[in-house]
T-cell receptor
Framework: NAGVTQTPKFQVLKTGQSMTLQCAQD?????MYWYRQDPGMGLRLIYY???????DKGEVPNGYNVSRLNKREFSLRLESAAPSQTSVYFC???????????FGSGTRLTVV | AQRVTQPEKLLSVFKGAPVELKCNYS??????LFWYVQYSRQRLQLLLR??SRESIKGFTADLNKGETSFHLKKPFAQEEDSAMYYC???????????????FGEGTQLTVNP
């Protein structure tokens, strides 16, 4: 039972490069989320998808785009990476609002 | 708007001592509250949901709507409890905000031998 799988685990980008972070869950959850984690700032929501076919902005969406490819997969794209996007990115999913999230293991991204 | 505040960024106690991690929230309706734990460089794991009123690893948390608090407590801390703890809030079902969690900034707990 894999839960939430994120790839890659680590990535170094140069300023201006683009990349896509992948996330897949095998729990048939409806909702999926992308957060970034920065020291002293907790987790901040970037984008989320309440159900297949819908996506919405969170607190810090600038510089990112998302795609809910199907019920299982929710990808996060950085079109032109900036040093301010250096962070740890977590994907999460949840079945219903009564339950907590299941998190992936994170992607540690460094933009130089 | 929903907001979660964890006033202590760092908390240090000795093994066997009681520990309380504070969490205050701001939300106009009836929130769902959670505690998550993150051990060093690992994924976040759900520790407690207020709705289930359970005790995990000796930790408990009581929702106090009057004080808008959801403090996490353990009577006797262990060294393996050292971790980052996040309090999180979800709004009411049916609201747009109800499908997402808002996290506090986290409290780094260190339990010294």
């Amino acid at each position: 039972n894999a839960g939430v799988t994120q790839t890659p685990k680590f990535q170094v980008l140069k300023t201006g490069q683009s990349m896509t972070l992948q996330c897949a869950q095998d729990m048939n959850h409806n909702s999926m989320y992308w957060y970034r984690q920065d020291p002293g700032m907790g987790l901040r929501l970037i984008y989320y998808s309440a159900s297949e076919g819908t996506t919405d902005k969170g607190e810090v969406p600038n510089g990112y785009n998302v795609s809910r490819l199907n019920k299982r997969e929710f990808s996060l794209r950085l079109e032109s990476a900036a040093p301010s996007q250096t962070s740890v990115y977590f994907c999460a999913s949840r079945a219903t609002p009564y339950y907590g999230y299941t998190f992936g293991s994170g992607t540690r991204l460094t933009v130089v | 708007a929903q907001r979660v505040t964890q006033p202590e960024k760092l908390l240090s106690v000795f093994k066997g001592a009681p520990v309380e991690l504070k969490c205050n929230y701001s939300y106009s309706g009836s929130p769902e509250l959670f505690w998550y734990v993150q051990y060093s460089r690992q994924r976040l794991q759900l520790l407690l949901r207020h709705i289930s009123r359970e005790s995990i690893k000796g930790f408990t948390a009581d929702l106090n709507k009057g004080e808008t608090s959801f403090h996490l407590k353990k009577p006797f801390a262990q060294e393996e409890d050292s971790a980052m703890y996040y309090c999180a809030l979800s709004g009411q079902i049916g609201e747009t905000s109800g499908s997402r969690l808002t996290f506090g900034e986290g409290t780094q707990l260190t339990v010294n031998p």
